[in-house]
């Protein structure tokens, strides 16, 4: 002490190192007094006066020696100074502790005090470097006790104060000036005088300058207003000692003092540094004061004490008033920084590594070594100071999340807990973060879940782990019940405002919205945590009301149940995302940054590669379509061959886009404005494609695997929720999927990951299971023209597998080894495998066993043993069945066979009643479709069984729905045996009778009134077996509810009409320019032979026939019927507008729109006039009153009859003779029919007034349709003329067997068919037996002579008629065979024909 007072010359330490040798002489004995009194305080009494004056005396020389020293100038003097310096801190606690005297202590004290006092004088200006290194010093020292009563003996004086106000106000005044550098000469002053202020109780003592930056923390966006929470200050606590020690205590310390002053008057809630901002969910911010807090908590100074920071948040936490919300605004600040530096520190590496001359430039490389550099510090990959401190903000978190009131906050208190570790991460620091994740459940989530529910809790929690995990952004949207009101339009806009949204956000630097990696990885090893966590609840065997088991059903209920979804709707969204990107998108998202992409970098060759790999596969398809003898395998070939074009186009594209980046881009030099417009737009939008694929995609498809590795027990049950989009992702041909690499290889790993959470069947095998559901499935994809409109329309399908299959054999064979039921995930994710096995026309080697496995899992769809992920799988099970019916190889299955599988796959509940909804429209969809009850025979039968075994459990089901009762009832008709056997016995079960009963004679209960609604459609089916049973079903269920016969008759006629195609209605001609095929009486060139038809002028008794207007018809000569033309004119008519107009003017004013002809059309009324046609079947038993036979007989003459399609036409044709033959025998009939088809025949109209309330605007008025009535109209005229009884009515009979003869001549095989049929019912009518001879010789004649073919062939038929209707007798009766055997013999070549035609006819009757 002596040497360093230099009160000796001769002993003075003149020179650096011997003081530098004093300072650490003295710290050594000072550190040897301190020990020696930790020890045993006794040693040391406060009035030894020798401890005392040693003390005062090495005070004193240390102060005096220390205002000497002059730092800064080499650095042996700037360590002798800071030695000194610590040595004067050490003897300064000496004094507080054991000192008397106050000598040396006041020097030193003075010493502290000089710079500030100096600063206090008038006219000081600037501040000597000596008061950071005196005053800073004192406060990075670890002894608070000391710091604070050495602040309270520097204010003692006033000067001290002064200058510490000046020091302030010039803080000040530089902050306004530039805010990048910190002042922290300011931050030590305020936090002196906060110091002062606790220690003295002196609250109003604080200077107005110093009072207002501290109060400006308790605003938002304050940084660029006070000096101590700008981001300049609070940047420097990770890097300045100073500020890492005292900003955080100055923030805690005016929290004290804020929670002293307030009082029950005063809005404690505004002068809370630390708060939340604003009371709207959507604008909540936080207080400056927390984010700077929060900036302490997150990145503290390495020589700061971890403790220190600790006891200033819980000194917050203390003082600061609960409606605040101190902890969740330290929370969400905290989240933010961490989530801000961590991307900072991504950014920095990026650009470290970005080209190779940059990472020289970091790290030079050392050529004398073949050693590759290691980054170190902040950027090194194995660094753990990532930006922020792991340790810190772990320790942080659990303790905040203890104090959070919002669900929010505690989220982000989870994912904050386990920052800086990862996925991987296992052994004790796992078991610690399990640990302190059951410790926060416990004493944080629950107390959440009092408040409010268990369910708001997790689906709070699971939202932003969520996201956290499987997102490149914070979504910012509403809550969750608006999302889920959302449809798929408006979840699409949202979509592409949040894409927006990280498009401008990436742009920021300090964008909080952007998930970085380490909060990426925080979260996913939050759900690794939890997923273990919940492992350890078995639902099966736990209760979960126990308060022990509680955290972990909530750990696994929030992993199985919550998570799942909305992973999936992240990765669902991104896919939809990706798989919307071109070629374009792929180009800029590999080009590379500062780089313009030129518009024309991507060729015409394009197209025609493309255009020349089309005509190469057509080529090949046209080369596999001669299938030769031994070709089993050409469609699969084929398959093949598009699969590899497919490749190679990929490989192309992928090139030509490395290609077109690396030849076409233009550098950034020498740019045009225009220019760097695009690249600043190319550079944006280049980073919204790497947080779509780096980002959103790869992330959802990474916390899907994280969350199946978790538990493989989780992983297991939340296979049916990610299988389907996964598979998806996988399978996808998109152009992103074909020039990524890493989409595709992510997307089998994931497929991979939950394929090895099968549990029954070894891991080793995943990826054998992963290919073999890539492999049956495709995917075809649909793009729109525009983007904006919507996304994409895809669809995966499962598909047959190609033959042989070896991963899809592996697979079946390994269930199958297992021998028992998987569990229901592990089978509906295994499915899809099954599915394609049963599929398609053969069965792939080592697939045999598909069918049998489906059948054993049937079980778990209901009953006992029912699987929620199965259950929904009865329709898929069912369709699979049935999908292998199609093919003749279901025969080869054996024990259980197809049928007995599907009546498995309809397995019910036993306790439920039959009046319930045991099974849905859509589970029983297959049995009733195409592939069911109108398919192939195998699957019409096997459907009908399955409707069977079900209507056996539940009749209602079966008789209360119409569409299954329709597949049932149209099969009872169906020609096949063993179809119409197995609907007869479903249908008689139906109704409760004994399956016995239901024999092939035995009367069906009649089904429901509604019968006609579900068979009209099916008269339109592809199948004509369909057709013709649903026709028979529809007229046998008229038969059974007679009162519906009227309405049935006119919804028929009805829906013939909607089918029928427009006709434009033409003028009438002025002249007859075409006679008609059949005239009642006239001859070829000869002038007609009347034939009287009329009947007796005098009549014994007055017959209803005669009211009919029957006596006195004659058939002369055809008339020609004008119509009356209101005043014609001479010449052709002027057509003007007007009249133009006019003609698309009705009565109704309705214009009608022209309908064109179709086979969908013309397929539908020949089901309408099959239906008529089984009218006549007696086993139907119909009935068909006046009425109906109006209608009916009207409809058919309008329309059925004058059909331009001749099939329809002869369909009518033949319906109007079956129905006048079968409905046309009572006297009220006959009067009707008669008249009605004689007034056809004569004007070739048809009597519109019978239509009733059946339309007549489509009804064709043309000549064409006038001749086929007058066609139709004989044939049925033949058929009432069977009727026609008594000596009265033989003219009527003989004028009409005359007409029909007549209409032979007609050139139309149909209709010489009709009129034969009708002809030899006529043979034993009336005085006909007596013609027999004279028709025959007229016949034959016209046969054998006849020029015209027509006429010849129409002969034929009648001599065929004539022979069948008068017995086989008259062949020889009349020789109709000798001249016939003549003709052929010796007739010329007319003859020949004539006779042969004739002969083939006769062979045919």
């Given at each position: ?539 099966e065997v736990d209760d979960p009301e126990d308060e022990e088991m509680a955290p972990y059903a909530f750990a696994q209920k929030l992993c199985v149940e919550q998570l799942p979804s909305r992973l999936l709707s992240s990765l669902s969204a991104s896919l939809d995302c990706v798989e919307l990107l071109v070629e374009k998108d792929i180009e800029l998202y590999i080009s590379p940054v500062g780089v313009l992409l030129g518009e024309n970098s991507s060729g015409s060759s394009d ?587 009207a409809f058919l003459m309008a329309y059925g009859l004058s059909d331009g399609n001749e099939k329809v036409c002869g369909a009518a044709r033949n319906g109007a003779r079956d129905v006048a033959a079968t409905h046309g025998s009572s006297d009220a009939a006959i009067a009707f029919l008669i008249p009605h088809f004689e007034a056809v025949l004569n004007t070739g109209k048809a009597d519109e007034s019978c239509l009733g309330s059946l339309s007549n605007v489509k009804v064709p ?145």
């Open positions: 002490s002596e040497s360093l007072l230099g009160r000796n010359p001769a002993s003075a330490l003149t020179v650096t190192d011997q003081r530098f040798g004093a300072y650490s002489a003295l710290s050594e004995i000072g550190t040897f007094i301190t020990r020696k009194f930790m020890a045993d305080e006794s040693i040391f009494e406060r009035d030894d006066v020798s401890i005392g004056e040693v003390i005062d005396t090495v005070l004193t020389a240390l102060s005096s020696s220390m205002s000497k020293e002059k730092g800064g100038t080499d650095a042996a003097s700037e360590k002798t100074k800071k030695a000194g310096f610590a040595t004067l801190l050490q003897w300064t606690s000496l004094f507080k502790q054991i000192g008397s005297k106050s000598g040396g202590y006041d020097s030193t004290v003075a010493y502290l005090a000089k710079p500030a006092q100096d600063m206090a004088k008038p006219g000081s200006s600037s501040l000597s470097s000596e008061f950071r290194f005196r005053v800073g010093s004192l406060l990075t020292s670890n002894n608070e006790s000391m710091i604070e009563s050495v602040t309270v003996d520097l204010f003692r004086d006033k000067k001290f104060q002064t200058g510490l106000n000046a020091i302030i106000d010039q803080a000040v005044k530089k902050h306004t000036a530039s805010a990048i550098v910190p002042q922290i000469d300011g931050l030590s002053s305020v936090f002196l005088l906060l110091t002062n202020a606790i220690a003295t109780s002196s609250f109003s003592s604080l200077p107005p300058s110093a009072v207002k930056a501290l109060a400006a923390g308790s605003s938002a966006s304050t940084g660029s207003k006070s000096f101590i929470y700008c981001s300049s200050m609070t940047s420097a606590t990770a890097t300045d000692e100073i500020v890492g020690r005292i900003l955080h205590r100055t923030i805690a310390l005016y929290c004290k003092i804020l929670s002293k002053q307030s009082d029950d008057g005063e809005d404690g809630e505004s002068r809370d540094l630390v708060r939340l901002i604003g009371d709207d969910s959507s604008d909540v911010r936080c207080s400056a004061a927390a984010e700077a807090m929060a900036r302490c908590l997150a990145n503290p100074n390495a020589s700061s004490q971890p403790a220190a920071v600790i006891s200033s948040l819980q000194t917050i936490l203390t003082y600061t008033r609960a409606s605040s919300k101190s902890a969740d605004a330290l929370i969400a600040s905290l989240f933010r920084h961490v989530n801000v530096l961590s991307n900072k520190e991504a950014a920095m590496g990026l650009s470290l590594n970005d080209t190779r001359k940059a990472r020289e430039l970091h790290h030079p490389i050392d050529e004398n070594y073949n050693k590759i550099p290691n980054v170190r510090g902040k950027c090194s990959v194995t660094a753990s100071h990532r930006g922020f401190d792991p340790n810190a903000v772990r320790r942080v978190s659990q303790l905040l999340a203890r104090s959070a009131s919002g669900t929010d906050s505690v989220g982000k208190a989870m994912v904050l807990l386990h920052a800086g570790t990862t996925m991987r991460l296992t052994g004790r620091q796992r078991g610690a973060l399990v640990t302190n994740t059951l410790m926060m459940l416990e004493n944080t989530v629950f107390p959440h879940i009092k408040q409010s529910d268990e369910g708001t809790v997790s689906q709070k929690l699971a939202d932003f782990i969520a996201i956290c995990s499987s997102s490149n952004a914070l979504n910012t949207s509403g809550g969750d019940e608006d999302e889920k009101n959302k449809g798929d339009g408006e979840m699409k806009k949202d979509s592409t405002k949040s894409s927006n949204k990280v498009k401008r956000s990436l742009v920021e630097e300090e964008d909080d919205s952007i998930i970085s990696l380490a909060i990426h990885q925080a979260a996913l090893s939050l759900i690794t945590t939890l997923g273990g966590i919940g492992a350890n609840f078995d639902p197209t025609a590669d493309v255009a020349t790999t089309s005509q190469n596969v057509e080529k090949k398809r046209a080369v596999k379509s001669r299938k030769k003898k031994g070709d089993f395998g050409a469609e699969f070939e084929e398959e093949e061959w598009e699969r590899q074009i497919k490749k190679e186009l990929a490989a192309k594209k992928q090139k030509k886009a490395s290609k077109s980046a690396s030849t076409a881009a233009l550098k950034a030099t020498n740019l045009s404005p225009e220019e760097k417009k695009l690249l600043d737009k190319q550079t944006e939008e280049r980073k919204r494609l790497i947080g779509l694929l780096d980002g959103d995609f790869l992330r959802a498809l990474c916390a899907i695997r994280c969350l199946c590795l978790s538990d493989i027990e989780v992983g297991n049950k939340c296979l049916p929720t990610f299988s389907t989009t996964v598979i998806s992702a996988v399978v996808s041909e998109s152009d992103a999927f074909a020039s990524v690499a890493k989409l595709k290889t992510d997307s089998f790993e994931t497929l991979r990951t939950l394929a090895s959470c099968v549990y029954e069947i070894d891991e080793t095998h995943a990826a054998t299971l992963a290919r073999a559901l890539s492999i049956c499935h495709k995917k075809d994809m649909r793009k729109k023209s525009s983007v904006e409109k919507g996304t994409t329309a895809s669809t995966l399908s499962v598909s047959a597998l190609p033959s042989p299959c070896a991963s899809a054999a592996c697979a079946i064979f390994e269930m199958e080894e297992y021998d028992d039921c998987l569990s229901g995930p592990s089978f509906a994710f295994l499915f899809p495998i099954l599915r394609a096995a049963l599929t398609g026309p053969r069965t792939a080697p080592g697939c045999e066993a598909a069918l049998k496995i489906l059948d054993r899992h049937t079980p778990l769809i209901a009953g006992d043993e029912a699987d929620a992920s199965v259950g929904p799988l009865r329709r898929e099970m069912a369709s699979a069945v049935l999908e292998l019916l199609t093919h003749d190889r279901s025969q080869a299955f054996f024990d259980p066979t197809p049928y007995d599988a599907l009546i498995s796959c309809y397995i019910t509940d036993d306790d439920k009643e039959s009046s319930g909804p045991v099974l849905s429209s859509a589970e029983l969809a297959p049995l009733l479709g195409d592939n069911g009850a109108l398919g192939g025979k195998n699957c019409r039968i096997g459907s009908m069984l399955a409707l069977g075994s079900i209507a056996s459990k539940h009749p209602r089901l079966v008789c209360k729905n119409p569409l299954i009762e329709n597949r049932i009832w149209i099969n009872c008709f169906e020609k096949n045996k063993a179809i119409r056997s197995a609907a007869r016995k479903t249908w008689m079960t139906a109704f409760g009778s004994e399956l016995d009963d239901a024999d092939e004679d035995a009367p069906l209960p009649a089904p429901s009134k509604l019968y006609a609604i579900p068979l009209l459609p099916l008269l339109n089916h592809k199948d004509q077996s369909i057709v013709s049973a649903a026709a028979v079903a529809f007229a046998t269920a008229m038969g059974l509810h007679p009162s519906s016969v009227e309405k049935s008759v006119i919804r028929l006629c009805s829906t013939y009409i909607d089918a029928f195609p427009t006709v434009v209605k033409e003028a009438e001609p002025k002249v007859q320019t075409k006679k008609s095929t059949i005239a009642p009486v006239v001859a070829p060139k000869k002038t007609a032979k009347k034939i009287s038809t009329g009947l007796p002028t005098k009549k014994p008794k007055k017959s209803i026939l005669a009211g009919a207007g029957l006596a006195g018809s004659s058939a002369g000569k055809k008339k020609i019927i004008k119509k009356p033309m209101p005043k014609a004119p001479s010449k052709a008519p002027t057509v003007t507008k007007e009249m133009l107009e006019n003609q698309f003017k009705s009565g109704s004013s309705k214009t009608l729109d022209p309908e064109k002809e179709s086979e969908e059309k013309v397929s539908t009324r020949l089901g309408i006039l099959s239906v008529i046609a089984s009218l006549a079947d007696p086993s139907t038993n119909v009935t068909l009153d006046i009425t109906a036979i109006k209608i009916l007989t008025r043309d000549v064409a349709a006038s001749d086929r009535r007058k066609e139709g109209a004989v044939v049925a005229l033949g058929s009432v003329a069977l009727h026609l009884k008594g000596e009265e009515n033989a003219d009527k009979i003989d004028s009409t067997i005359n007409m029909l003869i007549d209409a032979l001549r007609t050139p139309s095989e149909g209709v010489q068919s009709s009129v034969a049929l009708c002809l030899s019912k006529l043979m034993k009518k009336g005085r006909t037996p007596e013609r027999v001879e004279t028709i025959l010789a007229d016949l034959m004649k016209e046969c054998l002579q006849s020029e015209s073919l027509a006429a010849r062939r129409g002969a034929a038929y009648g001599i065929s008629a004539v022979v069948k209707g008068s017995g086989i007798a008259s062949l020889k009766k009349y020789e109709v065979v000798k001249q016939l055997e003549e003709a052929c013999t010796n007739g010329h070549s007319k003859a020949k024909e004539g006779a042969l035609f004739a002969i083939e006819l006769l062979c045919d009757r």
